[in-house]
């Protein structure tokens, strides 16, 4: 069982940053991916980044390359998401998600663990 819980959430005028956070219980957060999503209100929740679980893989969706950045700290049960030049279009509810399969995946229902998710919203 892992537990996870994002905090770093807020509200930010657009071309701002932020950096999210997810802390993992448990001692075997080095033998999952991890992965971050967010959902807008009335769509249907969507693909952000996903990392190895030793750090080298890093994926993301093609709206946040070269804006967002995914990175794990495994020796504080921690992932990241370091969002950069922040869009209305960003706005959303960020949830950090536990994979024990090495397969990568974009599809939600692959993961095995959710957090509760944190609000980001941007204003233009």
């Known amino acids: 069982q892992v537990q996870l819980v994002e905090s770093g959430g807020g509200l930010v005028q657009a071309g701002g940053s932020l950096r999210l956070s997810c802390a993992a219980s448990g001692r075997t957060f080095s033998s999952y991916d991890m992965g971050w999503f967010r959902q807008a209100p009335g769509k249907e929740r969507e693909f952000v980044a996903r990392i190895s679980r030793n750090g080298i893989g890093t994926y993301y969706t093609d709206s946040v390359k070269g804006r967002f950045t995914i990175s794990r700290d495994n020796t504080k049960n921690t992932v990241y998401l370091q969002m950069n030049s922040l869009k209305p279009e960003d706005t959303a509810v960020y949830y950090c998600?536990?994979?024990?399969?090495?397969?990568?995946?974009?599809?939600?229902?692959?993961?095995?663990?959710w957090g509760q998710g944190t609000q980001v919203t941007v204003s233009s």
């Open positions: 998600a536990a994979d024990r399969e090495v397969v990568v995946t974009r599809i939600p229902q692959r993961y095995d663990y």
